[in-house]
């Protein structure tokens, strides 16, 4: 079974510094995908950032990196130059494997971890 | 573009009664899953389906049906409501892919939250 750990409960930071935000996973899948969303005090999900397992470069997008080491399962948010509206809940995410190579499809379904606070100080 | 729409954003229910959460997508995406949110804890899948008229179980999905009639619909349904069914639920969509670099990413809708006393 698939499962994700985040262990920081809560996070701060000072507006302009980057921040990380752990997350670790454990599958005994080969191909797999991982996923960042952010969910601000207003209740939706918004996706941030994806990572496939095979992907030998970390994603980024705009500010936000994954800094994914394979070997060690982590899959960890980098943002960089935080901003005062960051300040929400942030979720890692596991997608379910399937066969890329052989064509397969995925269901693609989630599972998440029990995420992490961030609060920016100005 | 509305993307993820779900009906109603809020609703109070009495233990027992039943009701119906209407989850739409207009992007022409496969595959909608819906999700519950309780407080200390991430998302867990109650149901999914993978196409028109298909629909499988989640992670949790006793207390709960689903149907899925229309492509775009995914209807979720409270049976007989229970105090432990109090949550904020999620309905998303997604592509079918066939490829691991497309992502599959899951677009959500704004929630819904459930009160059952």
């Known amino acids: 079974a698939q499962k994700i750990t985040q262990t920081q409960p809560g996070m701060f930071v000072q507006e302009k510094e980057a921040v990380t935000l752990d997350c670790t996973y454990d599958?005994?899948?080969?191909?797999?995908?991982l996923f960042w969303y952010k969910q601000p005090s207003s209740g939706e999900m918004i996706f941030l950032i994806y990572?496939?397992?095979?992907?030998?470069q970390n994603a980024t997008e705009g500010r936000y990196s994954l800094n994914f080491q394979k070997a060690r399962k982590s899959a960890n948010l980098v943002i960089s130059a935080s901003q005062l509206g960051d300040s929400a809940m942030y979720f890692c995410?596991?997608?379910?494997?399937?066969?890329?190579?052989?064509?397969?499809?995925?269901?693609?379904?989630?599972?998440f971890g029990q995420g992490t606070i961030l609060t920016v100080h100005p | 573009n509305a993307g993820v729409t779900q009906t109603p954003k809020f609703r109070v229910l009495k233990t027992g009664q039943s009701m119906t959460l209407l989850c739409a997508q207009d992007?022409?995406?496969?595959?909608m899953y819906w999700y519950r949110q309780d407080p200390g804890m991430g998302l867990r899948l109650i149901h999914y389906?993978?196409?028109?008229?298909?629909?499988a179980k989640g992670e949790v999905p006793d207390g709960y049906n689903v149907s899925r009639l229309k492509k775009q619909n995914f209807l979720l349904g409270l049976e007989s409501a229970a105090p432990s069914q109090t949550s904020v639920y999620f309905c998303?969509?997604?592509?079918?892919?066939?490829?691991?670099?497309?992502?599959?990413?899951?677009?959500f809708g704004p929630g819904t939250r459930l009160l059952v006393l």
């Open positions: 998303a969509s997604s592509y079918m892919a066939v490829t691991l670099s497309s992502g599959l990413t899951q677009y």
């Open positions: 599958t005994s899948d080969q191909s797999y995908g």
């Open positions: 990572q496939g397992s095979y992907d030998e």
């Open positions: 995410a596991m997608r379910e494997s399937f066969t890329p190579h052989a064509g397969g499809t995925s269901y693609g379904k989630l599972t």
């Open positions: 992007m022409n995406h496969e595959y």
């Open positions: 389906s993978v196409g028109e008229g298909t629909t």
